[in-house]
């Protein structure tokens, strides 16, 4: 993924730590992970979810406290317009990096 590629050289290890927050199915999940990266989704529609750990075996949570912490970078493309309170998915976001994790929302 190009976005990711643009601040892997920022980033202190070559593996990074991603959570896609609002990942629907998981797709940019997976091809993080084809991409060598250890990524993880969120998507609060449990059937979305679902439908992405069963066809392409990644993992999504729908629940915020399952999520991990320490984190490289917090991407979330498309997602952002939608929430009613965006201080709380930067509060989030902030919780779950590490102190030089990169906030990337699209």
Known sequence: MVYIQIYSP?????IIK???YGCSWGYNVFKLLQS???AVGFELSKNRALFGEKKLGISIFSE????PTQNDVILSSHVIEHLVDIK??????R???HGDGIFMAF
């Open 10 to 14: 920022s980033l202190p290890r070559k």
């Open 18 to 20: 991603i959570v896609d």
């Open 36 to 38: 060598g990266h250890n």
């Open 64 to 67: 915020k406290a399952k999520i």
């Open 88 to 93: 709380e998915f930067i509060d989030f976001s």
């Open 95 to 97: 919780h779950h990096l």
